[in-house]
């Protein structure tokens, strides 16, 4: 598993191998996308079963099932109690994100990881006992705090703890947990599914404590990164670590640039000016607008309620939820894609070749739907089934190699040490703000603009590709923090907002 190399950057020379250490440290720290994912692909599946309907949302379940109701397919799940029961958590980890920052950078990375774990098992035993509406809002909302924790200091672990050689990939080992945790999850569902009883949707919520235990005993035994450790002061602790994850003693090069880039960052006294300096402005549009496209995809609309998308247009119950399953083992494997092609191919290759997949996808989906599904009959053939699902796979499948994980490991390998945590919350606080509208909006949207919502998607698809083209710079094989001089100072535009004689300017 070792393999010795060394990295250049201005003169300096990181000697680092790629240790058992760090795999086992990043594969455990990436439980929490584990978590992550199985509650995005739980509340779609539990949202199309009889008897959760029938139990917290009656007015959906007689909209569904009694015959005789006139009412437009794309509308059947048109319900805001329905769609708050996912936005909620999103709403929760937005606001919990804004408190994890302050534990990352003072408690450290592995401490708030250990929250998170805390916040889950808590959510978890709400939900599978819910016996009404309040019950299941609040351990939604206490799985949101999780969400918002885990997010905000696992992709900076991953950034941090791993050689630069491959820390794309390490990085991507969180999203590969998500895809797998909304995979599991629609496994899951399909299988409770079919338990008589009334009582299978308490399964499947109960179900995500098995990810939340990994992330808590995960971060009992991980090690804090040594950027997180030099930056509180613990020197001589965050030197030990740093030889023992690169599997060498000749760390020293590394380490006085990692004591330098803590003690620039420990002259910042107000972290949110700084964040707003025209020096930062680069990482922190990039960031922010990364979070925003990803939303504008639509994919978590179609990954929160694929059984409940497949269902609208003409599917069985236990189909949708067969199809949902296929869709997440696509996710999962074009996740694999990206671990072995992003320090590879690149950032910006992955995302610009997404894109035009993406368009296309999504085009031939609204074309189908428009001509095919109308608002009062099911009337799409099997063959035209098959085609829509193979078209939702090739749209997740380009998602999950592209989207899914750069717009987690842009932001945590950009920002400098002094910023990289409030920008890494403030990244986490607008991706969960637009995950919110995206969940509490969708079912809507989809009543309102019908197949039509496969078009306004497609239209910022092809808007968020052009900014990639024009203002996202590469940043495979670059070490963390020599992204300033190697990245920003070499960009047609960007270089001209790290000038030195403007840096303290706004």
Not at 170 to 176: A, E, G, K, R, V
Not at 437 to 445: D, I, K, T
């Amino acid at each position: 598993m070792a393999g010795g190399f060394s990295v250049s950057t201005s003169g300096k020379h990181f000697e680092a191998k790629i240790t058992p250490i760090v795999i086992i440290s990043c594969i455990m720290a990436a439980t929490g996308g584990l978590m992550f994912g199985y509650d995005v692909g739980v509340s779609g599946g539990v949202t199309s079963m009889p008897d959760f309907l029938k139990k917290f949302f009656p007015a959906v379940y007689r909209r569904v099932q009694e015959p005789g109701i006139d009412n437009s397919n794309y509308c059947k799940y048109d319900n805001q109690g329905l769609q708050l029961f996912t936005s909620s958590l999103y709403l929760a980890g937005l606001t919990a994100t804004f408190f994890a920052s302050y534990t990352t950078k003072t408690l450290g990375r592995r401490l708030t990881m250990l929250i998170a774990g805390g916040f889950f098992v808590a959510g978890v035993a709400f939900n599978a006992a819910a016996m009404n509406l309040g019950m299941l809002i609040v351990g939604r909302i206490l799985l949101g705090c999780g969400v918002g924790f885990a997010n905000q200091a696992v992709p900076l672990f991953l950034s941090e703890i791993a050689p630069t050689r491959i820390r794309g990939g390490l990085n991507i080992l969180f999203q590969l947990n998500v895809t797998i945790g909304i995979l599991f999850a629609n496994l899951v569902n399909y299988g409770t599914s079919k338990i008589k009883g009334g009582w299978g949707w308490r399964l499947s919520l109960g179900l995500a404590g098995i990810p939340a235990a990994l992330l808590t005993i995960g971060a009992l035994l991980v090690v804090d990164t040594p950027n997180s450790l030099i930056e509180r002061g613990r020197l001589e602790e965050g030197k030990a670590v740093l030889k023992r994850i690169r599997g060498t003693d000749n760390v020293e090069p590394e380490f006085l640039e990692l004591v330098e880039a803590s003690r620039v960052a420990g002259l910042v006294k107000h972290p949110i000016r700084d964040l707003l300096k025209r020096r930062n402005r680069p990482q922190l549009v990039i960031a922010v607008a990364l979070q925003i496209f990803q939303q504008l995809t639509g994919i978590n609309a179609i990954m929160f309620y694929a059984p409940v998308l497949f269902n609208t247009v003409g599917f069985g119950s236990g189909a949708a939820l067969y199809s949902a399953v296929i869709t997440g083992a696509v996710n999962v494997l074009s996740t694999c894609v990206s671990i072995y092609s992003v320090d590879w191919l690149g950032r910006r290759v992955l995302l610009l070749e997404a894109g035009v997949q993406m368009l296309l996808s999504q085009g031939a989906i609204a074309v189908i739907l428009g001509l095919k599904v109308k608002d009062h009959s099911n009337n799409l053939s099997h063959g035209f089934g098959i085609v829509v699902v193979v078209m939702v796979c090739t749209f997740v499948s380009s998602f999950a190699w592209s989207w899914g994980p750069l717009g987690w490991l842009i932001p945590s390998e950009t920002f400098r040490l002094e910023t990289r945590s409030l920008g890494q919350s403030v990244a986490v606080c607008v991706n969960l703000l637009f995950t919110f509208v995206m969940a509490q909006a969708f079912l809507s949207m989809l009543c309102h603009f019908k197949y039509g919502i496969f078009v306004f998607f497609s239209g910022w698809v092809l808007v968020m590709s052009v900014f990639v083209l024009f203002l996202v710079p590469e940043t495979k094989n670059v070490p963390i923090e020599e992204m300033t001089d190697r990245v920003w100072r070499q960009h047609w535009l960007w270089k001209r907002f790290m000038d030195e004689d403007e840096q303290d300017r706004l």
